[in-house]
């Protein structure tokens, strides 16, 4: 790969592929990848191909100007907004044939008076709430509101859904939250409301809790190969997607007492090989304690404050300017990967990846 950039990701799409494929297998059930957050940063328009390619079934985003995109680019796989709708985006969704979350009287009305106006229907699904409290309509109003939206005229309601709010399997919260959808869904079967998709299961759930399921799973760590918990392995089939590199700037030999970096906070004890990489928090690296790379198979400390552009570390060996840096990835025997750094932030996976700044070029593989 000839290498244009002073740093670059490298985003696997074979990867994100195989991963749905396994996803759909393991789980025995549909797929809904999400791909909100320009799919937690990895690129959503590459993503979405790459996840249809696998066997998804459905796309999930978090508003509609990211469904926008998507359909911008040729992608016309069914597509669910999980989140808001402003009333201006009402009629360009319908005329794109966007699935909408119905979650309130307001949006009923909403949706209803723009497609009944447009001679045109809006699809939309369902949710519940039961027990996150954002958006959704409690599990005993369910079947009320049903009948309110098919008096209302213009919706259809092709889904119904809720979202767990705990990611452990003992957290009593799961099992309250999949009794109130489940007696939502009996209600609706009852009442022949039950629509035709019905999902509760996130990535943790998909995995864990089979019960969720229903006839659909919403899944985005796994599909970028990024772990359900940062302490637990995936099966070795799933892939991780995204790796990060840089270009060496800089390799000098420092002598001791120098200092390194803005604030003095470290000192060369002796002399040492000092090299600088053009990545900083401006970047997304967060300039916490602990940072390493990796340059020639082996592991090297980040010394000093990392910065919005560089950061320094101590080096092995001298390199030339150009040797490849990992900073997330494989070399040799040595490897950091999201969850590492992750681990190291305290932070979760997709608020590490999500935030790596889109100044560094996405290259798909």
Known sequence: MIRTHPTWIEINLSAVASNCANIIRDTDTPLMAIVKGDAYGHGAVEV???????????????????????????????????????????DEAIASNVTLTLHSLETLQLFSARARA????????????????????????????????????????DGMYSHLAAAEV????????????DMAVRAMEESSFRPR????????????????RYNMVRVGNVILGLRIRINQPLPEYYLPVLRWKAQLA??????????????????TPHEELIGVIPVGYGDGLRGLPGNQIIIDGIKSPVVGRVRLDQLMVRLPHPYPMGEEIVIIGQQGDSSIWVHDLAALYQISQVDFTTLIHRRVPRIYI
């Open 118 to 157: 447009a001679h045109q229907t809006v699809s939309a699904h369902l949710k519940v709430d039961t027990g996150m409290g954002r958006l959704g309509v409690f599990a005993e109003e369910i079947v009320s509101f049903a009948r309110q939206a098919q008096a209302a005229g213009g919706i259809y309601i």
């Open 48 to 90: 979405s191909r790459a996840a249809m390619a696998g066997g998804a079934s459905w796309l999930g985003v978090a508003r509609f100007g990211e469904a926008r995109v998507l359909r911008q680019n040729g992608i016309d796989a069914p597509i669910l907004v999980l989140g808001m709708i402003t009333p201006n985006e009402v």
């Open 197 to 212: 998709w019905v999902h509760l299961a996130n990535s943790f759930a998909a995995f864990y809790q089979p019960q969720c």
């Open 170 to 181: 003992t957290h009593p919260l799961n099992e309250m939250q999949y009794q109130r959808f």
């Open 250 to 267: 800089s390799c000098r030999l420092l002598p001791a007492g120098w200092n390194v970096s803005y604030g003095a906070n470290y000192i």
